[in-house]
């Protein structure tokens, strides 16, 4: 039971939205996500997802927060409105865009068709992002790769060779999740690779980490 909800009226989910409420911290958005996946409505889910499309921004960019945190929580609930997700990636709003592909990252295992389907367009939308953007497809990509999605795979393996130093040893840690049922030699030879060409002791530390995990599992 949620005080205060207006169950009667799914619009009315909007009004406990963050800034609808002037407040400019998350946790309005975060307690709206939790009770949501609790017990929401499609409906109330439904508005939210039609808000990313014809909201103003401040609506947008909190709605995307609470769908995303809906997905982290209950995917299948967000599922129905990938379609909403997909359109949005064309946003020029970096916050749209990242937060979309965040959302996009929940759904990998509920819907992994659709998002196999529509990678190359993720994939675009997460280039032209930030690195936050750039790190959910990667995390995307990794959980595809798990279910033995061999395109993910590649595509995975072609990021992690040209990474940035700052992103290089998360994308190996991602990558070594799909080891086990993906290539673990291939992988330990691009980690290799970009090792050697790390500088940085600590990030180096986490690759050979990597390597000796993947080196455990080619020795099996």
Not at 4 to 29: I, Y
Not at 54 to 79: F, Q, S, W
Not at 125 to 143: C, E, P, Y
Not at 200 to 217: F, T
């Given at each position: ?34 009770d ?25 960019h ?8 809906i ?10 409105h ?6 949005a ?12 592909l ?6 990998a ?54 990474s940035?130093?700052n ?10 999740r ?27 530390a ?5 390597l ?9």
């Amino acid at each position: 039971m949620v005080s205060g909800r207006d169950t009667a009226q799914p619009a009315g989910v909007l009004a406990r939205l963050a800034s609808a409420l002037g407040r400019g911290d998350e946790k309005p958005n975060q307690e709206l996500a939790a009770d949501l996946a609790a017990g929401g409505s499609a409906d109330e889910i439904a508005v939210l997802a039609h808000a990313l499309a014809t909201a103003t921004k401040p609506i947008r960019h909190d709605a995307i927060k609470v769908l995303y945190e809906i997905g982290a929580l209950r995917p299948e609930l967000i599922a129905p409105h990938v379609a909403a997700f997909l359109a949005a990636l064309k946003s020029r709003d970096n916050r749209i865009v990242w937060g979309t592909l965040t959302a996009l990252d929940t759904l990998a295992t509920t819907v992994p068709d659709v998002i196999t389907t529509h990678l190359p367009d993720i994939l675009d939308s997460a280039d032209r992002g930030s690195v936050i953007a750039k790190d959910k497809a990667v995390s995307m990509l990794a959980t595809l790769a798990v279910n033995g999605n061999s395109f993910a795979w590649q595509r995975l393996l072609a990021i992690l060779r040209t990474s940035a130093d700052n992103q290089t040893p998360m994308y190996a840690e991602q990558a070594l999740r799909a080891a086990p049922v993906q290539d673990a030699s291939i992988l330990a030879e691009v980690v290799r690779m970009r090792a050697d060409a790390i500088p940085q002791p600590a990030k180096r530390a986490r690759l050979d980490k990597v390597l000796r995990r993947l080196d455990s599992l080619i020795a099996k």
